[in-house]
């Protein structure tokens, strides 16, 4: 493996308590065997099931254990965000806490950065999961590989690889974790992904029902969006208000002629339309000013917000 300076293992746990201590036994050989020195980061999400009594003892009995506890259940986006934050390793790994990411995969996510990726991501090819998650799982990814160009299968697969510079880059507001590889890809990253072993869930249940996919697919219009018009809003906004505004202007226009010429124009539906075209083009305009100025406040705020919902770190 080539001579990574150290790794940070991140795992955000909510209410697991069943697989935390199986996962300590099958994680810590695997990176030992790896021969870098790491950090494993538990990131307890707020787990409500005593799983935080199984982390504290994790932490007590390993050196490499880390546990950073979040006041209450923000989410797995956040959960990630804290751990990032924590990561003192040049590399990033993160795997979900249910044992369904098998650690024995390591090794070969972190030969994909070898060869010159800055984020890899798991494809779980063969995934063991109930059809009411894969069949939705697969229309989204479709969905949004069509939509954001970049050419992944598994976009949301919790089991990813990344150097340290990714994680720094990126500002993962809400749910958008689902999106890292099109973030990281938008932001000049090179992106692989390496097929891997997918476990059943054997202890616990899923956090996520269906919803998730209709709020992945709402996240997925906000990116491919926010891709193209983060920095430069009022092209949107400015642009289509401008338009519909002249368009308003012009249809005024031609009824003040028509007025002028004697005919009544109370009645017409175009006088509704050009009056409704001003009022929507100026209150675009005008969204789009606001988003310009909220644009040049916003990126730094959002990290210490994630920063601040950190209870505790426990030291291993
Ligand atoms: N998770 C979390 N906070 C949450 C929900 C989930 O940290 O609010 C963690 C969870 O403990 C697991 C990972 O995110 O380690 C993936 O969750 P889950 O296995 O429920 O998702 P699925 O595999 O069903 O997609
Ligand atoms: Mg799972």
Redesign the pocket.
């Known amino acids: 493996m080539a001579g990574w300076r150290m790794l940070s293992v991140v795992?955000?746990?909510?209410?697991?308590r069943d697989s935390l201590e199986e996962l300590a036994g099958e994680l810590l050989p695997v990176m030992q065997g790896i021969g870098a020195p790491f950090e494993v980061i538990f990131?307890d999400?707020?787990s409500r099931d005593g799983g935080d009594v199984v982390l504290a003892d994790l932490a007590r009995r390993h050196e490499s254990i880390r546990v950073v506890r979040l006041r209450s259940?923000?989410?797995?986006g956040?959960?990630?965000t804290a751990g990032f934050r924590e990561a003192r390793g040049d590399v990033v790994i993160t795997?979900?806490?249910?044992l369904?990411d098998d650690p024995a995969e390591i090794p070969r996510l972190l030969a994909a950065l070898d060869e010159g990726a800055d984020l890899v991501s798991g494809w779980k090819q063969k995934r063991n999961?109930p059809w009411n998650?894969t069949m939705p799982s697969r229309v989204f990814n479709g969905v949004a590989r069509r939509a954001s160009g970049v050419d992944l299968h598994d976009l949301?697969c919790?089991f990813k690889a990344y150097r340290i510079d990714v994680v720094r880059a990126l500002a993962i507001p809400g749910e958008m974790y689902r999106f890292i590889p099109v973030i990281a890809a938008s932001e000049g990253f090179r992106v692989a992904e390496v097929p891997v072993n997918h476990r059943a869930?054997r202890h616990?249940?899923?956090?996520?029902g269906f919803e998730?996919y209709l709020r992945g697919l709402l996240d997925l219009i906000t990116i491919s969006f926010v891709g193209r018009y983060r920095h430069r809003p009022m092209h949107f906004f400015g642009g289509l208000g401008l338009l519909l505004f002249l368009a308003g202007v012009g249809i005024s226009i031609y009824l003040t002629i028509v007025k002028l010429l004697g005919e009544a124009i109370g009645g017409r539906p175009l006088l509704i339309l050009g009056v409704l075209l001003i009022v929507v083009g100026i209150q675009l305009f005008t969204i789009g000013l606001v988003s310009e100025l909220i644009q040049r406040g916003r990126l730094r705020s959002e990290e210490d917000e994630a920063a601040s919902r950190i209870e505790r770190v426990i030291e291993g």
């Open positions: 795992v955000p746990v909510f209410d697991e990131v999400d707020g259940n923000f989410g797995k956040a959960a990630l795997l979900d806490a249910d369904q999961d998650k949301n919790g869930r616990g249940s899923s956090k996520y998730r």
